[in-house]
């Protein structure tokens, strides 16, 4: 099962993704971004932007925690939100309380050794299981995570308008015993900080494909089987636990860092689709406005059992997304609660098929 998820999202005055700070002075991460003008030229824009990092940090926290409330395991570092993903045998034997397997000098003892390797890790904890990990010693075990996300940067009819700017700060602390005032002082009774901040409507992205959760991807061997001494019922339980966080994750939004004093002046979705299939089936991308109206089109020539979810405040698009191919709703809340609800049909009508 499938779920793809493209939106527009409005963050005023944010500071979501800091990059670096230079002395006194903290930047905001910014991309080039090319773009066709209808004269044919091409213009570059320089504009502030989220990773995809930052994305996935702030979804896997939602992650840990839905796991937990399943009743699954999740590692120490990882329910602390410091995603180390068993990457060294140290890592390891924390996460699974035993020391890695030793690859042999014949291909197939280092296969028997990836495969205890990779599902050792998963029995010990989900959000390595859902977010992939990568074991960089002897044997190399990869698992590629079952959530895709990119960077986010304004639509495109925005770019020439957005804009970042330096906001003057001060610590004081003058008056006080911890500021020397002598004439030889060393320390400052005053600090004065810049930190860069923007406003754009941001284009979103997001795919989970629950396909392989719980299961082996490394060896082709095993390839697609549940993962020993796991249940039907385990498997259930982490694709359940992905899709609640997603759920939360869209409707409360809490990306970036330095919320506690650069809470965005406004985060809604200005449009947002999500489409639930039962095979690999991506809503295009949202940077242009036509988005919601290229998934109607796609979906009319390619469907797995395709439904798409969607929401836009623009009342032509609203008439563009109307018909039986594409559900509309009247917020964005009901949008996601709904396609949410659908995935997690289909997870059950599945499980119920195998029985």
């Given at each position: 099962m499938y779920v793809s998820v493209r939106g527009r999202v409005w963050l005023?005055?944010?500071?979501?993704?800091?990059?670096?700070?230079?002395?006194?002075?903290?930047k905001h991460r910014r991309v080039p971004v090319v773009?066709?003008?209808?004269?044919?030229?091409?213009?570059?824009?320089?504009?502030p932007s989220i990773s995809g990092e930052s994305v996935a940090h702030s979804y896997q926290l939602i992650l840990a925690e839905a796991l937990k409330k399943k009743g699954q395991k999740v590692c120490k570092y990882c329910e602390k939100g410091i995603f180390l993903k068993s990457t060294n045998k140290e890592i390891y034997k924390e996460v699974t309380g035993n020391d890695p397997p030793k690859s042999g000098k014949k291909g197939s003892e280092s296969v028997q050794a990836?495969?205890?390797?990779?599902?050792n890790i998963i029995k010990s904890c989900g959000v390595e299981d859902v977010g992939g990990f990568l074991f960089a010693e002897n044997p190399n075990v990869k698992r590629t995570s079952a959530f895709s996300t990119g960077y986010m940067i304004p639509v495109k009819e925005s770019l020439s308008v957005t804009s970042i700017d330096p906001q003057l700060h001060s610590r004081y602390a003058l008056g006080t015993k911890f500021?020397?005032?002598?004439?030889?002082?060393?320390?400052?009774?005053?600090?004065?900080?810049y930190v860069e901040?923007?406003?754009?409507?941001?284009?979103?992205?997001f795919d989970i494909d629950t396909k392989f959760i719980g299961k082996?991807?490394?060896?082709?061997?095993?390839?697609?089987?549940?993962?020993?001494?796991?249940?039907?019922?385990?498997?259930?339980?982490?694709?359940?636990?992905?899709?609640?966080?997603?759920?939360?994750?869209?409707?409360?939004?809490?990306?970036?860092a330095k919320r506690t004093r650069f809470n965005p002046s406004d985060v809604s979705w200005d449009s947002i689709g999500i489409a639930v299939s039962n095979e690999v089936w991506t809503m295009p991308s949202s940077f242009t406005e036509d988005y919601l109206k290229r998934a109607r089109i796609k979906r009319e020539k390619v469907s797995y059992e395709t439904e798409i979810h969607a929401y836009s405040e623009n009342t032509e698009t609203k008439e563009e997304v109307s018909p039986n191919e594409m559900k509309s709703y009247d917020s964005a809340e009901e949008a996601i609660v709904s396609a949410i609800e659908n995935a997690e049909k289909r997870v059950s009508a599945i499980e119920n098929a195998k029985k």
């Amino acid at each position: 099962m499938y779920v793809s998820v493209r939106g527009r999202v409005w963050l005023e005055v944010e500071a979501a993704n800091m990059v670096e700070s230079v002395g006194n002075y903290v930047k905001h991460r910014r991309v080039p971004v090319v773009v066709k003008e209808k004269d044919g030229n091409f213009m570059t824009f320089f504009v502030p932007s989220i990773s995809g990092e930052s994305v996935a940090h702030s979804y896997q926290l939602i992650l840990a925690e839905a796991l937990k409330k399943k009743g699954q395991k999740v590692c120490k570092y990882c329910e602390k939100g410091i995603f180390l993903k068993s990457t060294n045998k140290e890592i390891y034997k924390e996460v699974t309380g035993n020391d890695p397997p030793k690859s042999g000098k014949k291909g197939s003892e280092s296969v028997q050794a990836a495969n205890e390797i990779e599902e050792n890790i998963i029995k010990s904890c989900g959000v390595e299981d859902v977010g992939g990990f990568l074991f960089a010693e002897n044997p190399n075990v990869k698992r590629t995570s079952a959530f895709s996300t990119g960077y986010m940067i304004p639509v495109k009819e925005s770019l020439s308008v957005t804009s970042i700017d330096p906001q003057l700060h001060s610590r004081y602390a003058l008056g006080t015993k911890f500021v020397n005032m002598g004439e030889e002082s060393s320390s400052s009774g005053q600090m004065i900080y810049y930190v860069e901040v923007s406003s754009a409507m941001f284009s979103f992205s997001f795919d989970i494909d629950t396909k392989f959760i719980g299961k082996y991807t490394f060896s082709v061997d095993n390839y697609g089987k549940v993962i020993k001494d796991m249940s039907e019922n385990d498997v259930k339980s982490r694709i359940e636990a992905s899709l609640e966080a997603l759920k939360r994750f869209l409707l409360e939004f809490p990306v970036g860092a330095k919320r506690t004093r650069f809470n965005p002046s406004d985060v809604s979705w200005d449009s947002i689709g999500i489409a639930v299939s039962n095979e690999v089936w991506t809503m295009p991308s949202s940077f242009t406005e036509d988005y919601l109206k290229r998934a109607r089109i796609k979906r009319e020539k390619v469907s797995y059992e395709t439904e798409i979810h969607a929401y836009s405040e623009n009342t032509e698009t609203k008439e563009e997304v109307s018909p039986n191919e594409m559900k509309s709703y009247d917020s964005a809340e009901e949008a996601i609660v709904s396609a949410i609800e659908n995935a997690e049909k289909r997870v059950s009508a599945i499980e119920n098929a195998k029985k």
